[in-house]
């Protein structure tokens, strides 16, 4: 294989690597409240009663927060309020 081929692999695969590590803004300012609940600007107690609830009943509005699920994981939204859970 020619040297420039594998400096090309090299520098691509430094760059995955790089990207990988940074954090994603998605999840960025979440606290983990634990049992799979994480959240951000709300306090954990809301957050838990909120993924219970919506794993109850899957209601798209739980206390004024929009709620939706893909696969296994809901997510909850109030202005800056968020909560993220597995179902």
Request: aromatic share 4%; hydrophobic share 45%; net charge positive.
């Amino acid at each position: 294989m020619p040297t420039g081929r594998i400096r090309l692999l090299i520098v691509a695969a430094i760059a995955a690597l790089a990207l990988i590590a940074i954090p994603s803004s998605a999840n960025a300012g979440l606290r983990s409240c634990g049992g799979g609940v994480r959240a951000a600007v709300v306090p954990c107690s809301k957050a838990k009663r909120i993924a219970h609830e919506y794993a109850k009943t899957q209601a798209k509005s739980l206390q004024g927060y929009r709620c939706k699920s893909r696969r296994s994981h809901g997510r909850c939204v109030l202005d800056r309020k968020i909560v993220t859970f597995r179902l």
